[in-house]
């Protein structure tokens, strides 16, 4: 993943909760929730239910995992002005920004093999060159190909704020482009508003539409209109924004949580809008907006829209059930929104299952749809999977499936969709950008050297400069060897810490979420801890910290709620500790002079063992355990007494 300029940004919640409120473990928050309300509703929601996939569960921990060290200790979110200010006020002081480290990409420059790039939110194509369009990334900015996808090259890295949602460019002056800014699906990165390139995207400047002075909010979607590229419209979690000059000036023009935005085909100043739980339509340009609701179910979540050249007075819905995140039916009307009627509501596509058997989804996270340019009959919908209707959206067949069961593969999670000829189709998912040429009998990936992963955890390897392991977010740990040209994804999931042995550097360790181990001795890849493995019987943090004994290479200490020990590369545990609190281990560290002395930290409290486990201490003091949170620590390698520790989060 990609940095932006020296002051690092982090990012603030109150985009959220009209996109978490449709899930169904926040029904009941209390008004203005903090972090800890909305934990709890999550914890107390599946607190007797089996997590499943599909469902929304680990989309959700990654928010939670997210927004933990970046809160305050009573819960609170940061003040977006605060944060804005401060780095404004940096950048100043700094003057110009320079770079003095010599810094270069070590990888991944390729696709792993069963593995994706990161997580891409939407693609815009170029109006006259067919080979040329952008994608943009949830934290990595906005890439550019000029060859069709075979390479990509990016020029956002200083850009204040990294999450991309979409991309508008002037059909009558392409070197004129709009970037809507923010992480509109996942919000991971919060919006500073619209920003503006009249150079093709070489450099951007800030319009009227700048968040960073009010509240913070996230941006879905952004179009010029056909007729006058003066005319600007957004659909954000405020409201409808709308400019007539060219971004200099904006006005809300409708309220409500709104995530799609569609022109008529032929008709400039017709435009539709999908919200929260319904379709709205604009006959005068954007200007004044209209509920169109005849027929629309009243009863629904998010809602996604197509429109076809194919017929000008279709209209596509697929509407999500705001209880389960999965399908409450997909709609149609023929009338240009006049009424609706609906076409399906099964089988489930929006869900895990390559049948569409079951009953959630992630609508609130991954949901896209776009219908063919040819032939106003072919529909296509994304959630977790995608699926393609070739009579209106009466029936279904799955065309891509993120195992490759039942459909091929393509990777999980698809925020958008989009037809380029009656053939060809492109998808922007969790793992990159994948390509048909042939309706979805197969799929290619396009992701080239996209440099957008979000990585927890990187590992080197001692003996091998070149050799490394990346544990990444829904992208797995990815295995990168520059030496041999090796590059695969052997451990699937969200990739946490990660080990290669300083000796044997076929001797590696992976770990996914909770504290589940992986060891591999050269061959295959086996489960060597987590809970109810080897002995071990606890779960851990979301990143659990686990490293190599320093002094005994085939040792292994493991913090869960309490530290583990193995002294067989996790073949069995025995615990060293007896916390007998709820609190997660968020790090440890062994000294590297003394292996019996290990430092750990919870959110509450930092401990020191001298004696291997046998008793431990509170080493508070000093510390801003009552403000901050801890993140990492690591002890001098020639003195177990000198111990740095970081903490994350926000004070005055």
Same mark, same amino acid.
């Given at each position: ?223 010029? +209109?056909?007729? !006058?590229? &003066?005319?600007?419209?957004? *659909?954000?979690? $405020?409201?409808?924004? /709308?400019? %007539?000059? #060219? =971004? @200099? ?14 022109? +008529?085909?032929? !008709?400039? &100043?017709?435009?539709?809008? *999908?919200?929260? $739980?319904?379709?709205? /339509?604009? %006959?005068? #340009? =954007? @200007? ?365």
């Amino acid at each position: 993943m990609k940095k932006a300029f020296s002051v690092c940004f982090t990012l603030l919640l109150s985009i959220l909760y009209k996109e978490i409120q449709s899930q169904p473990w926040v029904q009941n928050l209390p008004p203005n929730p903090n972090f800890f309300d909305y934990e709890n509703a999550f914890q107390n929601y599946w607190a007797n239910k089996t997590p499943e996939k599909g469902k929304g569960y680990k989309p959700y921990l990654r928010w939670l995992e997210f927004w933990r060290p970046r809160v305050g200790k009573s819960g609170e979110f940061p003040n977006p002005n605060i944060l804005w200010q401060e780095a404004m006020l940096a950048k100043q002081q700094l003057g110009t920004l320079t770079t003095t480290g010599n810094w270069a990409i070590i990888g991944p420059s390729s696709v792993p093999t069963n593995g994706g790039a990161g997580r891409l939110n939407f693609i815009t194509f170029h109006p006259t060159q067919s080979n040329t369009y952008w994608v943009g990334s949830a934290s990595g900015g906005l890439w550019k190909t000029t060859n069709n996808g075979v390479s990509w090259t990016s020029n956002t890295d200083q850009l204040p704020v990294l999450g991309v949602s979409d991309l508008a460019i002037d059909p009558n002056n392409p070197n004129i482009m709009y970037l809507a800014t923010g992480d509109g699906d996942g919000n991971h990165t919060y919006s500073i508003g619209v920003l503006k390139s009249t150079d093709g995207g070489n450099t951007w400047n800030t319009t009227g539409l700048s968040w960073f002075v009010t509240q913070g909010r996230v941006i879905r979607r952004i179009v010029v +209109k056909p007729d !006058n590229s &003066n005319v600007i419209i957004i *659909a954000s979690n $405020n409201g409808i924004y /709308r400019t %007539t000059n #060219g =971004g @200099a000036n904006w006005t809300q023009v409708q309220t409500g949580n709104f995530y799609d935005l569609e022109w +008529k085909p032929g !008709n400039p &100043n017709t435009i539709y809008a *999908a919200r929260y $739980n319904g379709v709205f /339509r604009s %006959t005068d #340009g =954007g @200007a004044t907006w209209a509920a169109i609701s005849s027929g629309f179910p009243t009863n629904g979540g998010r809602v996604e829209i197509a429109v076809t050249p194919a017929d000008s007075n279709y209209i596509y819905a697929v509407v999500a059930n705001p209880s389960t995140d999965g399908l409450l039916g997909v709609y149609r009307s023929t009338n240009g929104g006049g009424s609706w009627s609906l076409r399906a509501n099964s089988p489930n596509i929006l869900g895990y299952q390559s049948n569409g058997s079951d009953n959630g989804g992630q609508a609130y996270y991954d949901l896209a749809m776009d219908a063919s340019p040819i032939n106003k009959e072919e529909v296509v919908v994304g959630g977790i999977n995608i699926w393609r209707s070739t009579n209106g959206g009466n029936s279904w067949t799955i065309i891509a499936h993120w195992t490759g069961s039942g459909a091929p593969y393509v990777h999980a999670d698809i925020h958008w969709l989009k037809y380029t000829s009656a053939n060809t189709i492109f998808a922007c998912h969790d793992g990159g950008i994948s390509r048909t040429t042939n309706s979805g009998s197969s799929w290619s990936d396009i992701s080239g050297n996209l440099e957008v992963h979000q990585i927890y955890r990187i590992s080197g390897s001692v003996s091998n400069s070149e050799r490394h392991l990346m544990g990444t977010q829904d992208n797995g740990t990815t295995l990168l060897d520059n030496s041999s040209g090796l590059l695969t994804r052997p451990v699937g999931g969200d990739g946490m810490e990660c080990i290669i042995d300083p000796v044997t550097q076929n001797i590696m360790f992976a770990s996914i979420y909770y504290g589940d181990i992986y060891r591999t001795t050269g061959g295959s890849w086996s489960q060597v801890g987590g809970n109810g493995v080897n002995g071990i019987n606890e779960s851990g943090a979301w990143v659990t910290p686990y490293q190599l004994n320093p002094q005994n290479r085939f040792g292994l200490f493991a913090g869960y709620k309490n530290v583990w020990k193995s002294t067989n590369r996790g073949s069995s545990w025995s615990k060293i500790s007896n916390f007998t609190g709820s609190s997660n281990i968020v790090a440890l560290a062994v000294a590297p002079s003394d292996s019996n002395t290990i430092y750990i930290a919870t959110n509450s409290n930092v401990y020191r063992t001298t004696n291997g486990g046998s008793t431990w201490t509170t080493i508070n003091s000093g510390l801003p355990l009552s403000t901050l949170n801890p993140t990492y620590i690591i002890v001098k390698n020639t003195d177990p007494n000198t111990v740095y520790i970081t903490f994350s989060g926000y004070t005055s």
